[in-house]
Nanobody
Framework: QLQLVESGGGLVQPGGSLRLSCAAS????????IGWFRQAPGKEREGVSCISSAGGILNFADSVKGRFTISRDNAKNTVYLQMNSLKPEDTAIYYC????????????????WGQGTQVTVSS
């Protein structure tokens, strides 16, 4: 069974950091583009960042540039999202998604999805 599992979310104060992980089971992430998305209450799901199988990076959200960094560790079959200088507006459920072809801006274009991890930024 092919699965993606996100972890690393939680409650953090403004200005703090979190590192989210997206781990795969049942398949090897090496050959997949992995995207991170987020959905805040009452808002549409938006793309955050994506890393291709070759390591190329696309940043979809201007609001996270310079603060969030996507990376992959193929040996651990895991993709990370390092989030620094967190703001209350970063509060959302964060999802990772995998596609064998490319990075896409629209979440619906990915083949596999995780269940999400909650990130709450609040004092």
């Amino acid at each position: 069974q092919l699965q993606l599992v996100e972890s690393g979310g939680g409650l953090v104060q403004p200005g703090g950091s979190l590192r989210l992980s997206c781990a795969a089971s049942g398949f090897t992430l090496d050959y997949y583009a992995i995207g991170w998305f987020r959905q805040a209450p009452g808002k549409e799901r938006e793309g955050v960042s994506c890393i291709s199988s070759a390591g190329g990076i696309l940043n979809f959200a201007d609001s996270v540039k310079g603060r969030f960094t996507i990376s992959r560790d193929n040996a651990k079959n895991t993709v990370y999202l390092q989030m620094n200088s967190l703001k209350p507006e970063d509060t959302a459920i964060y999802y990772c998604a995998a596609d064998p072809l490319a990075c896409y801006y629209q979440f619906r274009d990915y083949d596999y999805w995780g269940q999400g991890t909650q990130v709450t930024v609040s004092s």
